[in-house]
C-alpha cells in the first residue's frame, strides 16, 4: 500500500477503450490500465457502441488502475471523466439507453447537416457559417427524429458520452459547458440552448430532452452514488468533477488555459485548440465557444483529418512493396525511413504532398478535398515522400494558425501531446514551418492527467483549475524552429497553398465522378 496521501483519478473515454489513470498531487501518474471495447459499423459511414459498454470497461479500468497504484481508496478525493464527443446516446427517464450511442466518426447525419446549414441561424457562428459537419450532435439527433421516430419521441433525455457517464457516477442530470458549447451550439452568453436553430430544423422540444443543468469544467457535478462506487470499488460520496470531451479536457492535462499558447493533439488526425480573450467567428475556423474550458476565456478550433493516419498509410505501403525482398524488416521501415528523411532538405528536393486524404477539416471545411503527391522524379526514393507527407502536415498545421491569426489570434508557443511527438523530426518540422517553440510535456496521457486536474479542483485540492495544472503538468523537452529552414520553408508552404486552389475543382469532379 502507498503512503498516505491525496490522489485523483481520471477517466479517458476515446474511439478504442477506457483508460484509467491515478494521479498524485504533483501529477505524477501512479497507474494506469485501459479497457476496450467494440465499434459496429453496420453500414458505411456508420459507427455505433453500447453505452453499457463503457461503463464495464469504466469497471474493468478503474478497478485495474486502483489495484495496481496499491493506493487506499479513502486517498482517492476525486474523480473527472472525459470522452469523446459527438457521441450521442438517448436515454429513458431512468437513464437507460434506447439503442447504441451513435459515435463521433459516425457520418450518415450529411444531408440533415445540409439541412441546418441552410438555417443561417445565429448560432452557427460556431462553425463558421459555413458548412456543417455530420459529425456534431445536432445532426445525428436530426438524423435521429427523421429515421427512427419512435427513439426521439420515447428519448427522456439526449446527451454525450461524458454526460451519460458523469450521470451513471452521481446519479445527476446535467452537462458539461465544454460538450454543450463544442457540438450543441450552446453559447451561456446568448441565452444557453439555441432555442431558435432547434426550432428551425423541426425539433422545437429538443431543448426538454437536453440537460437543464450545465456545469463549468472542473465544477462539482456530484458525487459517487453507492451503487457506482460499489461497482467500482471506490468510496460512495467520492467527489466527481464536471468533465468534458477528450482534446478539450487535453488542453487542461498540456497547461494550456492562457491566450497565446496552443495545444497541437496529435495521432490519426489533429487538433489545434488555443483559448483567448475575445471571441470572433469566421469561416475556417471553429469557435470561438464561450467558457468551453475556463470561465472567462472563449476557445477556438481548427484540425486536420488525416495525419498520423497518411504517415501509417505510408509506412504500410512501404511494408508491403519496397522492403519485402527482407533486406529491411517491416518492424524497421518506420526507423529506416526517419533516418532517410532526416538527410533531406526541407523542400524534400520539390516534392510536394496536400494531406487530404480524408477531406480537409479547417481551414477548407472541404469533404470531397483529397490527397497529392507532386513534383516526382525518377531521383526521388520512399523517403522523399514520406518527408514530403509530414511536411504537408506541417504546411496544414501552419494554414491554421494562420487562420486564427487572421481572425486576431496570434500563436506564441505550441504545447504537444499524442502519438507524433514520438518522432523528433516531425516535431522539429513543425517548429521549423510555423516558426514557433514546440514543448513537450512529461506525462504523455494529457487527457487522463486533464482529468485528473479537474478532479483535484472537485476533490478540494487545489482552489481552481489553472492553480491545478500549474502544480500537475511539467515541461519534458523543448523544440526550438530553426530560423534557416523556416526561411527555406516559406516558399514551399505557398505552393502548398495555391496546389491546393489549383486542382479543388478537379478533385471535386474526380469524387463525384467515383461517387456515382
Known amino acids: 500500500m502507498q503512503d498516505r496521501g491525496r490522489y485523483v483519478l481520471g477517466l479517458d473515454g476515446g474511439t478504442e477503450a477506457m483508460r484509467a489513470a491515478v494521479f498524485d498531487t504533483a501529477g505524477r501518474q501512479v497507474a494506469f490500465a485501459r479497457a476496450p471495447y467494440r465499434t459496429v459499423h453496420a453500414r458505411p459511414g456508420w459507427a455505433e457502441q453500447d453505452p453499457q459498454d463503457w461503463w464495464a470497461a ?44 451513435l459515435i463521433w466518426m459516425d457520418v450518415r447525419a450529411s444531408q440533415e447537416a445540409g439541412r441546418i446549414a441552410q438555417t443561417g441561424d445565429p448560432a452557427l457562428k460556431y462553425s463558421g457559417y459555413t458548412k456543417i459537419s455530420a459529425e456534431w450532435l445536432l445532426s445525428k439527433v436530426l438524423w435521429l427524429a427523421d429515421h427512427e421516430p419512435g427513439t426521439y419521441e420515447r428519448a427522456a433525455h439526449i446527451l454525450e458520452f461524458t454526460d451519460w457517464l458523469g450521470y451513471r457516477l452521481t446519479g445527476e442530470w446535467a452537462v458539461s459547458i465544454n460538450t ?77 488555459i492562457s491566450p497565446g499558447r496552443a495545444a497541437l493533439i496529435t495521432g490519426s488526425s489533429h487538433l489545434h485548440l488555443a483559448q483567448t480573450e475575445t471571441p470572433s467567428y469566421a469561416p475556417g475556423m471553429f469557435g470561438a465557444y464561450t467558457d468551453a474550458v475556463v470561465p472567462g476565456h472563449y476557445t477556438i478550433e481548427g484540425g486536420q483529418v488525416s495525419t498520423g493516419s497518411v504517415i501509417s498509410w505510408f509506412r504500410n505501403l512501404c511494408s508491403g512493396e519496397h522492403f519485402s525482398t527482407g533486406a529491411i524488416p517491416p518492424d524497421r ?39 497529392m503527391i507532386w513534383g516526382l522524379s525518377l531521383g526521388h526514393t520512399p523517403a522523399h515522400i514520406y518527408r514530403a507527407l509530414i511536411e504537408a502536415v506541417c504546411f496544414g498545421t501552419e494554414n491554421i494558425f494562420r487562420t486564427f491569426a487572421s481572425c486576431g489570434h496570434q500563436i506564441d508557443d505550441v504545447v504537444a501531446c499524442g502519438g507524433a511527438i514520438k ?12 516558426n514557433l517553440p514546440i514543448t513537450i510535456t512529461a506525462v504523455p496521457e494529457a487527457v487522463s492527467l486533464g482529468a485528473g486536474i479537474l478532479a483535484s479542483v472537485a476533490g478540494d485540492i487545489y482552489p481552481d483549475v489553472a492553480t491545478a495544472a500549474r502544480a500537475m503538468v511539467h515541461v519534458e523537452r523543448e523544440i526550438h524552429p530553426d530560423a534557416v529552414n523556416h526561411a527555406a520553408y516559406q516558399f514551399y508552404f505557398d505552393r502548398y497553398v495555391a496546389s491546393f486552389d489549383a486542382m479543388r475543382q478537379l478533385m471535386h469532379e474526380v469524387v463525384e465522378h467515383v461517387r456515382l
Open 58 to 101: 469504466a469497471v474493468a479500468a478503474t478497478r485495474e488502475a486502483v489495484s495496481l497504484s496499491r493506493v487506499d481508496v479513502a486517498d482517492i478525493r476525486g474523480i473527472a471523466v472525459a470522452c469523446t464527443s459527438c457521441t450521442v446516446v438517448t436515454t429513458d427517464a431512468a437513464g437507460e439507453p434506447l439503442r447504441p450511442a
Open 180 to 256: 454543450a458549447s463544442i457540438r450543441g451550439y450552446y453559447d451561456r452568453a446568448a441565452g444557453g440552448w439555441p432555442a431558435t436553430l432547434f426550432s428551425a430544423v423541426g425539433l422545437p422540444d429538443l431543448v426538454e430532452k437536453l440537460p437543464a443543468r450545465v456545469v463549468d469544467m472542473g465544477g462539482p457535478l456530484g458525487t459517487l452514488t453507492s451503487q457506482a462506487a460499489d461497482e467500482l470499488g471506490l468510496l460512495p460520496g467520492t467527489p466527481v468533477a464536471e468533465g468534458g470531451a477528450d482534446a478539450f479536457v487535453g488542453m487542461v492535462g498540456l497547461n494550456v
Open 333 to 371: 521501415v518506420f526507423r529506416v525511413l526517419q533516418e532517410q528523411a532526416k538527410r533531406i532538405p526541407p523542400g524534400c528536393d520539390g516534392v510536394l504532398a496536400l494531406d487530404f486524404w480524408q477531406g480537409n477539416r479547417t481551414p477548407y471545411v472541404d469533404a470531397d478535398a483529397r490527397g
Open 423 to 434: 518522432s523528433d523530426l516531425w516535431m522539429q518540422i513543425h517548429a521549423d514551418v510555423s
